[in-house]
Each structure stands twice: as C-alpha cells, then as structure tokens.
C-alpha cells in the first residue's frame, strides 16, 4: 500500500496497562454519615413521599402543690410532623454488540479478543456507580449547607447549589438560617464566630466553646466533628491560642492520621484527620474533594477546570456535627419496576441496577435506578459556619 511502511503495516504495539490519569469525587462524608447509595437506609418509605412525627422531650419544672390538694393540670406536650420526598434518578448506559464485538480487553495485548466485551462492560458499570455515589457525596455535603437544587435541562433535573433562580426548584433540609454564617445564636444574638479562623489572633477555643454551650441549650447532643477543605484549614495551624493552651513546647495538634483505604479504592481518599492538643473533644477533618457543576463533557481538560469545579465544602467554610447518629440518616424511596421483559415485576427500595436486551442495533442497556436522599431530621444539630 502506497505511503505506509512495512514497520507501519506489520508492528504490533505491546500494550503496557491501563493508566487512570484522573480519580473520581471522594465518598468520605457519606460513609462516615451512613448516607451512601449501598448504606443500610435508616428509614425505606413506599412510594417516594413520607412523614415523621415529632415529639421532644422536655426540660420543664414539675410545677409543687401544697399538701392535701388535688392535682394540678398539666398542658398536654404538643406533638408535630415533617415530611420528606426523594428523589429518583433513572439512567441507562448502551453497550451495542457491534461496538465491542472482537475487541481486545481494556490493558490487553492485541493478541487477546474479549468477543462479548465483558472488560470494557465491568468498566461501564463502574462509571454508572460512580455517578450514583458522586450524587449521595453531593447530597451528603449540600445537607449540611441548608440543601440543594434541580435545574431542568430538557427532560432530566441536574443537581445544583441551593440558589433561588427563577428556574430552579430547591430542596431545603430546614437547616436554620442562624445556624450558618457567623452563628448569631451567642449570648444576646450575638455572632459566636466573632473573628475569622485566618487570623493567627483570633480565639478559636473560646469560639467553640461558647458554641458548644450554645449548642446544649438548642439541641444537647454534644458537637464532635468540624469539616473543611484545606484551603480553610492551613492558617488554623499558625493559630496562637491552640500553640499556648496546647503547649508552646510540643507542635500544635495530637494526632494527625491521613484516611483509610476503603473497598474498590486505589487510594484513600484526599485529606487527613486532626486533634489538637487545645481541642481534644474535636477532630478536625480536612476533605479536599469536590464536584463537577453542570451539564459537562467527560473529556480531562472539563472535568479539571477551575470553572467547573466546585469543593463540597467551599474555602472558609466548617461544617460542625455531633458523632454519626439518628439525627440525619439515608431515606430510600420505593417503586415498581421491571427492567426487562424475561423478568418478574418487583419492588426496587433506593440503589437498584438491572439491564435489558434490546434490538436494532443489538445491544444491552446497562439501567441504573436510585430512589434515595439524605435527611436532616434534627435541624438545629449541626452548623454550616463562616470561618475564614
């Protein structure tokens, strides 16, 4: 053939591996919060609407009688109800036959024909998970921050921050507006994040503290855990208020220890966990990742744009929490379905995944169905805080 050489006709190149030049959001606050798509959800509801009732306890005085008189009549405790509704994702991913037939496998030799494409398949199952699991990181973050939003791109919703354009619908978990910002919930109204965490000088230890006997007053679950990214927290390690109470001596935290790898995971996710020696009833813990905003390509320069990028928790901002409880739990929503023809109609509680074989061209439909969302039952537990 005229302008090809022997070389370029009959080398085969040796196939070395597969190379993943770009890692997947974190999944780091939905498995500490038991809020991920495999989580064992702490309530399924059929259909996708449900309420709970509400009914707290008291911290009243018994009212004192004088001796031999009746007894006096007590107001019945008021009782109420909150309803959730989540949402449904439904999504299938095409892998025609033709596409993959006599295909080599993904990081195989030339040699090799993977005739049914099972490699490059598995592949596409992970990709379809991966956007489940980036959904339920999503969730589990805007939580925290007072809730998220939809904004309708032709038939399908894509979840955005919680902002009040006229074309969006927001889902708000009731988080109250003074438990963000600078906390105006101090003594006399008054901001307990009095000073932002950049400044050396600033008294970050009376600053929680004086939260945390806020905090016992609104709610009494005792905060435990503060999240932030990076950004926000390197200037906390130059604070001198944490150098002093801590010890001038010994560097500034106890303990610092980087996560965990989890199953299906290269490597742990970013970030690391810290105590400090001034604070020991907190740890502190820095999580760098984030999401893609929008209707984006799949292609490296979109999905690592500045632009499109946006941290679960933004730069100066702390999320603070109580220990992983009942207070916020995963609800998964229920429906009908049949994936295919050859199977029995049943009922799919939150993450199902299924596919279906279809013709014209031939192919399999890869189906991904999630009926779930993460729920702050107890509004006043935790805070999303301006800090820096």
């Not at 439904?90 to 295909?103: G, H, S, W």
């Not at 926000?232 to 303990?255: C, E, K």
């Amino acid at each position: 053939m005229q302008g090809v050489s022997y070389e370029q006709l009959m080398k085969i190149p040796f196939v070395m591996r597969i190379v993943q030049k770009l890692y997947g959001s974190g999944t780091t606050l939905q498995r500490f919060y038991g809020l991920g798509p495999m989580d064992m959800p702490s309530q399924t509801i059929q259909g996708r609407t449900g309420v709970y009732d509400v009914y707290n306890a008291t911290r009243s005085l018994m009212p004192i009688r004088s001796p031999m008189s009746g007894p006096g009549r007590l107001n019945r405790k008021p009782i109420g109800q909150q309803s959730v509704t989540v949402m449904r994702s439904y999504n299938a991913i095409p892998v025609e036959d033709e596409l993959v037939f006599r295909n080599r496998p993904l990081g195989g030799q030339y040699s090799q024909v993977d005739d049914r494409g099972q490699s490059y398949v598995a592949r596409q199952i992970k990709y379809g998970m991966e956007l489940i699991q980036n959904n339920h990181e999503f969730m589990a973050a805007m939580m925290f921050r007072g809730g998220w939003g939809l904004t309708p791109i032709g038939e399908d919703m894509m979840l955005t921050a919680k902002n009040f354009a006229s074309n969006t619908t927001n889902v708000d978990t009731l988080l109250p507006v003074e438990n963000t910002g600078s906390l105006p919930i101090g003594p006399a109204s008054a901001n307990i994040i009095s000073a932002l965490w950049t400044n050396p000088a600033t008294d970050i230890i009376t600053q929680l503290y004086t939260l945390q006997a806020v905090h016992s007053r609104l709610n009494g679950n005792p905060l435990r855990h503060i999240w932030m990214n990076g950004l926000t927290f390197a200037p906390i390690l130059m604070n001198a208020g944490l150098q002093d109470v801590g010890g001038s001596a010994y560097r500034v935290f106890d303990s610092l220890s980087r996560r965990q790898v989890q199953p299906g995971e290269r490597f742990p996710d970013t970030g690391v966990d810290v105590v400090f020696r001034a604070l020991p009833e907190y740890t502190f813990h820095i999580y760098n990742s984030g999401y893609i905003k929008g209707q984006v390509s799949q292609t490296f320069a979109d999905q690592t744009s500045e632009a499109n990028w946006e941290y679960f928790i933004p730069t100066g901002r702390a999320i603070i929490t109580p220990e992983p409880g009942d207070w916020c739990g995963l609800v998964a929503g229920s429906e009908p379905i049949q994936f295919n023809e050859q199977e029995a109609p049943r009922i799919a509680s939150g993450f199902a995944m299924g596919r279906q074989r279809s013709i014209d061209p031939p192919r399999w439909d890869l189906k991904f169905l999630n009926n779930a969302a993460a729920a702050l039952f107890v509004e006043r537990s935790c805070y999303y805080a301006t800090v820096g």
